[in-house]
């Protein structure tokens, strides 16, 4: 494993049902501190790469048949999700997934589940969540399932926070989301970066937005990496490709 990123994926294949291949070679890494963006279109298979790092591909039928995944320098290709997240890694998952029956501030309580902080530590952590989403403490008493879709997905990220991570797998945060919601979630995932030192791999087929705030794409086709390189370089020559990278 290279020494000093957070996450290394070697050669991984995932395949379901023992036929369809869903991803193959893929082969990436994530720095510490940084955004990495997976860009491509529907079906390509970007949230498949996420739920492998997570370990929820066997949830979906799925195995990986070839490859090693390291995170911090540990092998955790077969490492389940809950050993991640209690080692700092956590997905986001597509669609945002908010208990609809429960407040926004029980939600992101469930993402503590994992440490079991004192009551004190479980309060001052909830205030960290809410200085960087404002919005949430005022609807902290609301049922999730009746705020928007962009509260729905600051609930998502708020609770992946509260599990204290240091990597955090976003898949889509801008599916049905308004354009001026989407700046403000990414403008939020890049304060987390700047000022908390969080790394993000994230999957997008919204390329023109997560190019603006990533440091480092991967353009993903056919469940190949066909495109690598800095965030403005890819944006270059994205400019001249906006179909196959289903930029919206
Ligand atoms: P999306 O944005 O729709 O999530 P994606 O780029 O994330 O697209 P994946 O969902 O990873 O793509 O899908 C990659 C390929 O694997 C597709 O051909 C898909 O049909 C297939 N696939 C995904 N999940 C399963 C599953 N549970 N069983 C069988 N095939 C699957």
Known sequence: AVAD?????DDIEVIYEQVIFAIKHISLQVSPRSIVALLGANG???STILKAISGLVPAQRGEIVQGKIYYQGVDVTQATPGDLVSRGLVQVL???HCFGHLTVEENLLTGAFVRRPSARVLAQELETVY??????????????GYTSGGEQQMVAIGRALMADPKLILLDEP???????????????????QQTQGLSFLLAEQNATVALRYADYAYVIESGHVTQQGDAQTIADSAALSDSYLGAS
């Open 5 to 9: 990123a957070i996450l290394q994926l």
């Open 44 to 46: 390509a298979g970007k």
């Open 94 to 96: 597509e669609g945002r």
């Open 131 to 144: 200085s960087f989403f404002p919005r949430l403490k005022l609807l902290r008493k609301n049922h999730a």
């Open 174 to 192: 801008s599916m049905g989301l308004a354009p001026q919601v989407v700046e403000e979630i990414f403008d939020i995932v890049h304060q987390l």
